[in-house]
T-cell receptor, first 114, second 110 residues
Framework: NAGVTQTPKFRVLKTGQSMTLLCAQD?????MYWYRQDPGMGLRLIHY???????AKGEVPDGYNVSRLKKQNFLLGLESAAPSQTSVYFC?????????????FGPGTRLTVL | GQQVMQIPQYQHVQEGEDFTTYCNSS?????IQWYKQRPGGHPVFLIQ???SGEVKKQKRLTFQFGEAKKNSSLHITATQTTDVGTYFC??????????WGAGTKLIIKP
């Protein structure tokens, strides 16, 4: 079991460029989440999904889009990157049934926007 | 909106000293979770507390959930270098979300 994997691990973008971050989980979890973590701050939820084909906005969704076409994958897109999106991005997943079950995190993607 | 506040932001201790972080919610929580994030790593689940007044131990770590289910604490006895990291509490919000505290960073003084 690989758990939750994220690609890429690091990325540097120029302002205005686009990119997609991929999250994959092999635990058959229904729920998946995208967070960003900025220095000295906690985790802020960008978007989440409670099942294949469904997505919803979190606390800080602006500038991001997501898709969950397959249960095991959750994609985060930046259409036009801005320096304010420099951050560490974490994907997480959890079981369904009890929505507040423990979340399993991927190793993170460190994104710098110049 | 619902908030989870965590203090202190940082705590510097000598190895062998104790460490405590506190978590307070603006609303009553059905449960609270604790996570640890090592430097450069990702958050890892430690424990979930559900019952009012619950106390759980994991070796040198003691977790408490307040009687009113609005506060929680994590206490580490006799810290070791392996305890270094940031400890987060998180409580359930609306729509399957977790509301996260800002974390307490444990720093061991050389």
């Amino acid at each position: 079991n690989a758990g939750v994997t994220q690609t890429p691990k690091f990325r540097v973008l120029k302002t205005g460029q686009s990119m997609t971050l991929l999250c994959a989980q092999d635990m058959n979890h229904e729920y998946m989440y995208w967070y960003r973590q900025d220095p000295g701050m906690g985790l802020r939820l960008i978007h989440y999904s409670v099942g294949e084909g469904t997505t919803a906005k979190g606390e800080v969704p602006d500038g991001y889009n997501v898709s969950r076409l397959k249960k095991q994958n959750f994609l985060l897109g930046l259409e036009s990157a801005a320096p304010s999106q420099t951050s560490v991005y974490f994907c997480a997943s959890s079981k369904s049934g009890a929505p507040y079950n423990e979340q399993f995190f991927g190793p993170g993607t460190r994104l710098t926007v110049l | 909106g619902q908030q989870v506040m965590q203090i202190p932001q940082y705590q510097h201790v000598q190895e062998g000293e104790d460490f405590t972080t506190y978590c307070n919610s603006s609303t009553t929580l059905s449960n609270i979770q604790w996570y640890k994030q090592r430097p450069g790593g990702h958050p890892v689940f430690l424990i979930q507390l559900v019952k009012s007044g619950e106390v759980k131990k994991q070796k040198r770590l003691t977790f408490q959930f307040g009687e009113a289910k609005k506060n929680s604490s994590l206490h580490i006895t006799a810290t070791q270098t392996t305890d270094v990291g940031t400890y987060f509490c998180a409580g359930p919000g609306s729509n399957y979300q977790l509301i996260w505290g800002a974390g307490t960073k444990l720093i061991i003084k050389p």
